[in-house]
């Protein structure tokens, strides 16, 4: 059996982001018995959602949403990093998410959210997204600016948001189906 698979995904698109740092972060501290994979939606571009047919129904017209879709089933557990954009996540994310539906059911996720106060807006309201979608939501940790982030991205987490993550990975590998049938 091989080892459990994890993508983290950068949720930022914004030419001057700090995402990719809070990723790096994130990536320095994933457990070796988990096979990282790194989905960056700045580069996978995905446009607005325009496939004509419903997600739930799975029937994709567009390569674009063929790959996502592969990519997320060939995955046994997801962290999103992602910042808080007036009080909610960024929108790229949302899309995202949109796009499929089977594909998330059951499938363990966690947010490291950043921003101001921990980005607990953001992650609250991204919290009910993943719910909706049946996906299984195990907490991560939320990192602040003034406090364990600067604004141009340097990470200083203290213990808490180290124990914070490690107690996510812990969450995200024991939630995460054996190398899956999916
Ligand atoms: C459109 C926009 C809205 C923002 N709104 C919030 C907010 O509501 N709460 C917050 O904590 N930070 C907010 N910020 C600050 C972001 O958290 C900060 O710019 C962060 O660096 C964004 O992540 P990114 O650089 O990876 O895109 C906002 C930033 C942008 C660009």
């Known amino acids: 059996m091989g080892r459990p698979r994890l993508s983290v995904v950068i949720a930022s698109t914004r030419p001057t982001r700090i995402g990719h740092h809070v990723a790096d972060w994130v990536l ?27 997600p739930a129904d799975g029937n994709y017209a567009h390569e674009h949403t063929r790959r996502w879709s592969a990519a997320m089933l060939a995955t046994d557990a997801l962290v999103l990093v992602m910042p808080e954009y007036n009080r909610g996540y960024n929108a790229a994310l949302k899309n995202a998410v949109d796009y499929l539906y089977a594909e998330w059911e059951g499938l ?3 947010c490291v959210g950043y921003g101001w106060h921990g980005a607990s807006y953001a992650k609250s309201a ?23 982030l600067t604004l141009d991205g ?7 948001e ?18 899956l049938d999916r």
């Not at 180290?162 to 190398?179: H, W």
Request: net charge negative; aromatic share 4%.
């Open 108 to 110: 363990p996720v966690a």
């Open 154 to 160: 340097v990470v200083g987490a203290g213990p808490e």
């Open 126 to 148: 991204l919290r009910q997204t993943l719910e909706r979608v049946k996906m299984v939501v195990v907490d991560g940790p939320g990192l602040s600016f003034d406090d364990t």
């Open 28 to 54: 320095a501290r994933v457990p070796d018995d988990l096979d990282v994979t790194v989905h960056d939606l700045r580069e996978l571009d995905l446009p607005f959602l325009d496939e004509p047919g419903q």
């Open 162 to 179: 180290e124990a914070a993550l490690a107690t996510m990975f812990d969450g995200l590998l024991a939630a995460a189906r054996a190398p």
